[in-house]
């Protein structure tokens, strides 16, 4: 089939080094479901909202953009839900908006940064922040063999292993589902996913930019313990707007790091 | 908000009636999950795959094209998987294709034409054809006032009351979700959406084209009993064949009827 054989050539490309690897990273794409999330990091780049959307006319979705020192910085968001007014979360709408963005500005890297429940069994706490070192999804579930492994689409992030080191920061495995709550199924998949952190669009993000041959790094603050007493939907607006202020910290130490380096080099 | 404001704006010119809903129905785009479906309706109506795809290289998406009486069809499959080469079913790859389709081809009318598992308790059996009136997902609990509504997620489809009363189709409502299986969460959901028919993609289309403002309306074969005997997944690879050549046949009845009319007169 010719997209099979398609593919095969892309992937003999991409065992080749690309040629943007050995380049400063100029152009960067931040991810960002929630406002809440994403206004503590527009404010400290000092981004502007796009006057000029890259967008198609009739979606929500929003792009801040600046400079920073070397770098050209957009943070997209899916936006407000038109008919209802709250932000367009989850799987369907950070792969929309991912796809629409590489496509338009076509970055060098993708860095989706938000907020996620943490298990305390893995060592997570309340404001931590991990970067993600796998993702997987836990809410698909198809029983025919070889789509049970599509359904749970594990995916290796982009590894910033100099990143990691330097900045001193936690690790952790990523489990993506469309609920803010959380079944016994769900638990078992989460389990399966070996994940430190669970959040809402993370394994939708990598796999859009996995299609696009996009490096894609995930920032994630921890908000509520899902193995924890609390109820997570409390638990979770109660620490939003102090977590958020220890994410967009670590976004700018990220940014800090990466400036002047290459993909390589990260 | 300007993402708000815009939207205002976008409802506004929503409310008047569009200049093509006065010419006839030109270009339409069949949206299918699976290639044993899509074959097929390819077969059917001469299409071929298009030789310069209107999508990104490296992603597996595939377009058939073709005229038949006056229209221009395209039929978009999103493809294998690269990795595991199965169908890249659910929603965030039939949402993406259809968003690429959408910018790329322009359509007047999206058809998502698809199997479905069927509530024998809402009047389905094996082999029935349905027109899908409403979509909702049921795997996308958000228990927090108004992101609940956001994430079942109710839309009409486009209807074509004429359509259905001149073909004598049934009608039904359609939820969603990313799990060929159902958990009780999964089953409470689909009671609360009343839907006779259960798939993996509908909701996602439907969200994809009420945003760009494309009508979209749904065929839905039903390959399985839900609330039956049989395991789902041993009874939908048992009847996908069979039950996908009634699905080209009320795809054939559906396009005959559109074919010189406008959306309007549907």
């Given at each position: 089939m010719a997209a099979l054989g398609e593919q095969s050539e892309e992937q003999a490309m991409a065992a080749q080094p690309k040629?943007?690897?050995?380049?400063?990273?100029?152009n960067i794409v931040i991810v960002v479901a929630m406002q809440t999330e994403a206004l503590p990091i527009v404010n400290r780049f000092q981004l502007t909202e796009?006057?000029?959307?890259?967008?198609?006319?009739?979606?929500p979705w929003v792009r801040y953009q600046g400079t920073y020192k070397d770098l050209n910085i957009s943070l997209v968001w899916p936006g407000k839900?038109?008919?209802?007014?709250?932000?367009?979360?989850?799987t369907i709408s950070s792969a929309l908006v991912t796809y629409a963005a590489i496509q338009a500005l076509q970055p060098d890297l993708i860095i989706n940064a938000g907020t996620a429940g943490g298990f305390k069994a893995k060592g997570a706490s309340i404001g931590d922040v991990f970067i993600v070192s796998d993702c997987a999804f836990?809410?698909?579930?198809?029983?025919i063999p070889v789509f049970d492994l599509y359904g749970v689409g594990v995916r290796k992030t982009f590894e910033a292993p100099n990143l990691v080191k330097e900045l001193n920061l936690k690790v952790g495995k990523l489990s993506t589902g469309d609920s803010l709550d959380m079944t016994q199924q769900d638990e078992s998949s989460i389990i399966a996913n070996d994940a430190t952190v669970k959040d809402m669009e993370g394994a939708a993000i990598v796999y859009v930019s996995d299609l696009l041959k996009v490096p894609a790094m995930f920032v994630k603050a921890v908000t509520?313990?899902?193995?924890?007493?609390?109820?997570t939907a409390e638990e979770f607006l109660q620490n939003l707007a102090a977590v958020t202020a220890a994410l967009d910290l670590a976004v700018e130490q990220v940014i800090n790091f990466i400036n002047g380096k290459c993909v390589s080099e990260l």
């Amino acid at each position: 089939m010719a997209a099979l054989g398609e593919q095969s050539e892309e992937q003999a490309m991409a065992a080749q080094p690309k040629p943007q690897n050995r380049r400063p990273i100029s152009n960067i794409v931040i991810v960002v479901a929630m406002q809440t999330e994403a206004l503590p990091i527009v404010n400290r780049f000092q981004l502007t909202e796009d006057p000029h959307s890259p967008f198609p006319r009739g979606v929500p979705w929003v792009r801040y953009q600046g400079t920073y020192k070397d770098l050209n910085i957009s943070l997209v968001w899916p936006g407000k839900d038109p008919t209802l007014g709250v932000d367009s979360v989850g799987t369907i709408s950070s792969a929309l908006v991912t796809y629409a963005a590489i496509q338009a500005l076509q970055p060098d890297l993708i860095i989706n940064a938000g907020t996620a429940g943490g298990f305390k069994a893995k060592g997570a706490s309340i404001g931590d922040v991990f970067i993600v070192s796998d993702c997987a999804f836990h809410d698909r579930r198809i029983p025919i063999p070889v789509f049970d492994l599509y359904g749970v689409g594990v995916r290796k992030t982009f590894e910033a292993p100099n990143l990691v080191k330097e900045l001193n920061l936690k690790v952790g495995k990523l489990s993506t589902g469309d609920s803010l709550d959380m079944t016994q199924q769900d638990e078992s998949s989460i389990i399966a996913n070996d994940a430190t952190v669970k959040d809402m669009e993370g394994a939708a993000i990598v796999y859009v930019s996995d299609l696009l041959k996009v490096p894609a790094m995930f920032v994630k603050a921890v908000t509520d313990i899902i193995d924890g007493d609390k109820p997570t939907a409390e638990e979770f607006l109660q620490n939003l707007a102090a977590v958020t202020a220890a994410l967009d910290l670590a976004v700018e130490q990220v940014i800090n790091f990466i400036n002047g380096k290459c993909v390589s080099e990260l």
